[in-house]
Nanobody, 126 residues
């Protein structure tokens, strides 16, 4: 059974840095899968999660939503079945529950992601 587990969340001060990690277990390798970080705020449904960043299977193509460009970095270590989201200079508006998703193809909508973690909360204080 495939499990996806996010870690690294917690209260962070605006302007500080935090790194989220996502480990996929139960699958021999993730190197044939795209990965994505999404975030969800209260009042939004799962289907309304905002795509924060995606990375293709090899790690050489990434996508970022405009609001995080230049501040967040997505990366992956296929040998460790792990994907990271480095969050630099977070802002209060970045406050959300961050989810990691696994997809057979790169995409920015939740429908293409077949496996999800339970999320990690990242409150950003001003």
């Amino acid at each position: 059974q495939v499990q996806v587990e996010e870690a690294g969340g917690g209260l962070v001060q605006a302007g500080d840095s935090v790194m989220l990690s996502c480990v996929v277990s139960g699958r021999s390798t993730i190197d044939r899968y795209a990965m994505g970080w999404f975030r969800q705020v209260p009042g939004k449904e799962r289907e309304e999660r905002e795509c924060v960043a995606t990375i293709n299977y090899s790690g050489d193509t990434t996508y970022y939503t405009d609001s995080v460009k230049g501040r967040f970095t997505i990366s992956r270590d296929n040998a460790k079945n792990t994907v990271y989201l480095q969050m630099n200079h977070p802002r209060p508006e970045d406050t959300a529950v961050y989810y990691c998703g696994v997809s057979p193809s790169v995409g920015t909508t939740t429908v293409v992601y077949v496996e999800w973690g339970r999320g990690t909360q990242v409150p950003v204080s001003s």
